[in-house]
Each structure stands twice: as C-alpha cells, then as structure tokens.
C-alpha cells in the first residue's frame, strides 16, 4: 500500500529553517520542495520518463517566487504532458531552443540582416530613410514577432492607422521594405512562403506628385533669368547649369568633386556610393560643360569640391542651394525645382526622337526590364556622347542673353 502524502501548506513552507543540509519535502504527485543547506527553497517534479520509466528531476522554480498554488496547476500541466507520452523536460528543452529560435528569427533580426545587403545597393541618405521609418511604425508592434508568426492581417492592421491619417506614401514604402524582408527570410530558409507580398493592394492606391517641371519651350525664360539673377551667388548659377547641361540630381551635382573629373577624355565618373541606384556613373562632358568648370575653378581650386561650402572648403555647398534659388530668387515656387530640370531634358530628348534606353541611361535610371538589366553591363558611353552634345547645344541655343557673373560666391 502507498504511502499517504501529507500535503505541503504555505504556512508550513514558510517556516520551514535550513538544517545545515539539504532535504526535500513532499507535496505528492510528484511535487518536491528543495531546501538547500543555506535555506534557499526551489520546487521540483520527480517523475518516471514515459519512454523508458527512468526517474527524472525536473526544476521548475524557486520559492516564493513561484507559489505553492503555481507549483501544483504546473505540475497538473505536467502531468497531462506525461499522459500524452511526451517527456516535461524533453519538452522544456525544445520549448527553449524554439524561444530562442524564435528570438533570433524575430522580424528585428531578420530586417537587421536584410538591411545589411540592401544598404550596400542605395545612398546612404536613402537607406537612413527607410530604417528610421521601420524603427518608427513597425518595429515597436511587430519587432520582437518571429518571423514564421508575422501575417498579412497582422501587417495590414499595423499599416491601417497611417493609411487613415493619409500617409499613403509611407505605406507603399513600408509594404515594399516588409515584402523585402519576407523574401530574405523565405530565400533563407526562414519561412516558406512571403505572406506579405501582395498586401499593397489592400490600401487606397498612393496618388504619384511628380517633381514641379517647366515646358521644354519655357527652358529660354528660365535661362535668362538665371543669367541675369543679381542676387544669385556665381557659384549657385554654375551649379544649376552644371546640373542642368549633366541631367544629374542635385545631391549629385552640388558634391561633384575634382577628382573625379577627367578633362583629357572629357568624362566625369560619380562613384558607386554617391549614386542613388549604388552603380558608377559615366558622364560625357560637353565643351560647355567643361566651360562651366572653367568658371568655377577660381572660386573651388583650393576645395576638393568643384561647389564648395561658403564657409568651409572642405565640403560642398547646400543640396537645397540650388532650389532656394530657383523658388525665391528667380521666382519659380510651385512650378520648377531642381530635380525637375532633369524632366526638361528627359522630354527634350524624346521629343528629338533619341533613343528611350539611352536617354534612360543619361539620367541613371535603372532599366526596368530586370531581365536585360542582369545581363547589361554597358553604360552606352560612346552612344550617349552625341545625345549629351546635342542637349548642350540647345541649352546654349535657348537664350539669347550671357551669363552674368558678379564675382558674388
């Protein structure tokens, strides 16, 4: 006949002393209060594995930490485990390694991992952008989410409050960088599938604002204010038209530096790192372009920087310089800025009839045939050059007036 357990009270745990050594007692069902030599209590289940009957101990927290109440509703937990065949603390083990599976598989990691790769294929500006939106509207909901746990209702909740203030913008950024992630884990082996990849279409549509441009036929107007603009600094004026006759972006143009100018083969080469698509970038120089170097290297010879900073010849003027001018000083707010020069040219050139994949080319857009784009290493120098030559010329065509230079930097 078994021996009647005498079961354990709280009142009895309490005052239970250290002897010097350690002893356990019981509760029954397996239930075991440990009490070590220097007085700590702990709770343990002593049980027979299920698949060879062997005695196993299984710890399950201290005292009174974990209440005499707790202890028996997880032994009760345990017990079932057993009916079940499984082994508790075969159990526990794997419920750990799934935590930190789960852990290290969280959508923060694996957008830290993902972040690594993409961040080497955009500017430094642009990849700054994208994780601070991350770190703003995804990572404190779903951050410490498996990844294996994230669902489309879930994102999609996550994603409503921003669609309901109006930032349509941000939600299609988002759902781009999301579905990103997915497919790093699914092409890591992470998930199986990306469940996040249609999601975009569960949102009102993001209405695109184009850059504020001019009509090719207003490019004369605008010319002869720019060359007449007294309250322009010289240096402001040959930016714009070192960026007008170069098709670059402004963050391109106003950091142009010098070496990176060959005047002997009359080409200007923009690393990799300071191109939007993360891909060098050719630039044949036309003689007016050369002569707008020329100007400026008075007022830049002693800056690595063609545009150097008013006060500091170490770094380069303002990117917002050369749209400051055009919106208050020549008086274009609303209609022009100066990334929109780029769509004069770009409509220009078709216009003209030129070639759409090399006058893509000339502005550094990446082909949208992915397919060709993988297998297409040329830049088209040679072909772009007449391309480059001719809008130079019109440019030059454009305006009677000359440039009016005031010695003002």
């Known amino acids: 006949m078994a021996r009647q357990v005498i079961r354990l009270t709280d009142k009895q745990i309490k005052t239970t002393d250290a002897t010097g050594k350690e002893f356990t007692l019981s509760d029954g ?16 289940f002593k049980y027979k594995r299920p698949t060879d009957g062997k005695s196993v101990k299984l710890s399950l927290g201290t005292y009174p930490q974990l209440s005499l109440a707790n202890a028996r509703k997880k032994i009760n937990e345990l017990h079932e485990l057993i009916a079940k065949d499984i082994d508790p603390k075969q159990h526990k083990v794997d419920q750990q390694a799934e935590h930190v599976k789960m852990y290290h598989n969280s959508l923060f990691a694996i957008a830290t991992q993902w972040f690594e790769l993409k961040r080497e294929t955009i500017t430094p500006e642009h990849a700054s952008r994208e994780w601070r939106t991350l770190e703003k509207y995804i990572f404190p909901a779903l951050g410490n989410t498996a990844l294996s746990h994230i669902t489309a209702p879930l994102a999609i909740n996550t994603l409503r409050p921003l669609e309901k203030d109006g930032k349509l913008s941000t939600v299609k950024r988002i759902c781009q960088s999301l579905n990103q992630i997915m497919d790093y884990g699914t092409n890591s082996g992470i998930i199986y599938a990306n469940p996040l990849s249609k999601i975009i279409k569960v949102f009102k549509k993001h209405q695109v604002t184009h850059m504020p441009t001019i009509k090719p036929e207003e490019l004369g107007g605008f010319l002869d204010k720019l060359y007449c603009a007294e309250r322009t600094a010289d240096k402001t004026k040959l930016l714009i038209l070192w960026q007008l006759h170069t098709m670059t972006r402004p963050n391109e143009a106003v950091s142009t530096q010098w070496q990176d100018i060959d005047l002997k083969n009359k080409i200007w080469t923009i690393p990799a790192a300071q191109m ?29 920087f063609v545009f150097p900073g008013k006060s500091n010849n170490d770094t380069h003027m303002s990117k917002f310089s050369a749209n400051a001018a055009i919106k208050r000083t020549l008086g274009y707010k609303g209609e022009l800025v100066a990334h929109g020069l780029r769509a004069i040219a770009s409509t220009m050139l078709h216009e003209q009839g030129f070639d759409s994949l090399l006058i893509e080319a000339c502005l550094a857009h990446a082909d949208e045939n992915e397919t060709r784009a993988s297998y297409n290493r040329t830049d088209y120098l040679e072909q772009r050059t007449p391309i480059m030559v001719w809008w130079s010329e019109k440019i030059k065509t454009a305006s009677t007036n000359k440039l009016n230079l005031s010695s003002k930097t």
Do not use: F, M
Not at 29 to 44: E, H, I, P
């Open 29 to 44: 069902d397996g239930l075991q209060l440990r009490v070590r030599a220097n007085g700590t209590k702990s709770w343990q």
């Open 276 to 304: 939007k698509k993360r891909r060098e970038h050719r630039i044949p120089l036309t003689d007016e372009a050369i002569a707008i170097l020329e100007l400026v290297r008075p007022i830049s010879s002693t800056s690595p």
